[in-house]
T-cell receptor, first 112, second 112 residues
Framework: GQQLNQSPQSMFIQEGEDVSMNCTSS?????WLWYKQDPGEGPVLLIA?????ELTSNGRLTAQFGITRKDSFLNISASIPSDVGIYFC????????????FGQGTILTVHP | DVKVTQSSRYLVKRTGEKVFLECVQD?????MFWYRQDPGLGLRLIYF???????EKGDIPEGYSVSREKKERFSLILESASTNQTSMYLC???????????FGQGTRLTVV
């Protein structure tokens, strides 16, 4: 099945740094979602985006729904050690019974 | 608080056994999904269901079946477990209107 192009695949950063990751697709999506997965746990929804150009924040996290509807971005400001984990993007088309297409994930490591 | 509950966190089964993974959601969601997650392969959709007794194959349905007799419950069945089905299994649910998927905590299955 199709997957979204998510980059970077991994990041090693110092505590306090800002982080940016993105997802791109050749197809248009009506919804973009960002998840975080801690080791051994299920993904947890961080941010949901429903309109092209929408910019939404959740604490230190900010995500944007690209104007072309083919991409989305997630930024984490002032990273802390508990930000460690895998971040996934997911997109949903309009007529897919809620089926999501996922990116491969970005593995984030934060050094204290 | 939304909740998707998987019946087991860890399972160890023998090759050839019939295995049942159960998932229950309390959000009255129409859609339910089963994914498996393997290192380097991301989240792969096995089956999904958009209504009671309805099911659709995902990207990797071979060796699996599903059952949805009640709206809140979606079961994944491994008819004859094999070692290549050792994986992390994730259940999720979503509403057709919003599309945000909520995941369970995952079941790590080992087939020996």
């Amino acid at each position: 099945g199709q997957q979204l192009n998510q980059s970077p695949q991994s990041m090693f950063i110092q505590e306090g740094e800002d982080v940016s990751m993105n997802c791109t697709s050749s197809s248009i999506f009506n919804t973009w979602l960002w998840y975080k997965q801690d080791p051994g746990e299920g993904p947890v929804l961080l941010i949901a985006l429903y309109k092209a150009g929408e910019l939404t924040s959740n604490g230190r996290l900010t995500a944007q729904f690209g104007i072309t509807r083919k991409d989305s971005f997630l930024n984490i400001s002032a990273s802390i050690p508990s930000d460690v984990g895998i971040y996934f993007c997911a997109g949903r088309r309009g007529t897919s019974y809620g089926k999501l297409t996922f990116g491969q994930g970005t593995i984030l490591t934060v050094h204290p | 608080d939304v909740k998707v509950t998987q019946s087991s966190r860890y399972l160890v089964k023998r090759t050839g056994e019939k295995v049942f993974l159960e998932c229950v959601q309390d959000m009255d969601h129409e859609n339910m999904f089963w994914y498996r997650q393997d290192p380097g392969l991301g989240l792969r959709l096995i089956y999904f269901s958009y209504d009671v007794k309805m099911k659709e194959k995902g990207d990797i349905p071979e060796g699996y079946s599903v059952s949805r007799e009640k709206k809140e419950r979606f079961s994944l069945i491994l008819e004859s477990a094999s070692t290549n089905q050792t994986s992390m299994y994730l259940c999720a649910s979503s509403s057709t209107v919003k599309g945000e998927a909520f995941f369970g905590q995952g079941t790590r299955l080992t087939v020996v």
